[in-house]
């Protein structure tokens, strides 16, 4: 018995949610096979794609440990030999460790006697996350299981829920050729932060939250703003600027940095989004940095079986 998986790349943060928001991407992803194997545990096969140079010891690696936490807190009689096929570039703030967490634990969740909730499933992937970042973190599992724009509210026992997005709004995200790890970038973080800047991004995420689901795309452009992460991570991806100020000047709502970065993504209506991905990659250009660019709509689509 076998399966295998996709789960989208994710967008965590979406600028004005720290820790909290985040989304999917469908026109990148990670995908997993399992396959059932006789004795309890998980072996990892093979790793193929855009990065192939990741732990095969399933206890150091996000699939193997998601999988692998699976067949321990179940106490299942049977193991799971997987392989992984990475689609999402390593160290680009698309969520490339929570999409093979996820994708594993979907693929070993198809062959089980009984199926899990997408929550128990979210808690398994959870703990495969967290050998990549260091701590739990769900604004990339959450979205990438789950799909589409996705608020969730705490860790041991999750609240996670969707948020509709005006149908005419697209995603543009742009990957520079270059590497930043996450832990890095939540190094330099200022551990404290003034009262002001709390309550300007209370109210961008509380405007946004509210635009999205009204469908008010003024309220949506005057509320994605992150005033409190992206002015201190910005230094670390060369080119930001001309890379956000070409966004905003071709009708971009809004734009930022994707999780920790360095791929930078922004919200526009359908119409205007080749017009903010070409001036996007020219951005980084400007600054001797090729890219890789991909438009794509924000359907509430998540992880899921595909074989």
Known sequence: MAATAFAPASI?????????????????????????????????????????????????????????????????????????????????????????????????????????????????????????SGSRHVDNIAPSLFGGLVLTVGIDNPNVKQIPVPPTVRCVLVHPHMVLNTREARSILSKTVSLSDVIWQTANISGFITGCFTGDLQLIRESLEDVIIEPQRQVLIPGFQAVKQGAMSNGALGCSISGAGPTIFAWCEHEHAERVRDAMVAGFRSVQMESDAWISTLDAVGARVVD
Do not use: C, W, Y
């Open 12 to 132: 965590g943060n979406v600028a004005v949610g720290f820790d909290v928001l985040g989304h999917s991407f469908q026109s990148i992803g990670d995908k997993v096979t399992a396959r059932r194997v006789a004795t309890p545990g998980v072996k990892i096969t093979a790793i193929t794609g855009t990065t192939v140079d990741l732990p095969l010891d399933a206890e150091k690696n996000t699939a193997g440990m998601a999988v692998l936490s699976m067949v321990r807190d179940l106490q299942l009689d049977f193991g799971f030999e997987i392989s992984i096929e990475k689609g999402i570039p390593l160290g680009s703030g698309l969520g490339g460790s929570a999409a093979s967490a996820v994708a594993g634990v979907v693929a070993a969740n198809a062959l089980l006697p009984k199926s899990l909730t997408l929550l128990e499933q979210l808690k398994f992937a959870l703990k495969g996350e967290q050998v990549a």
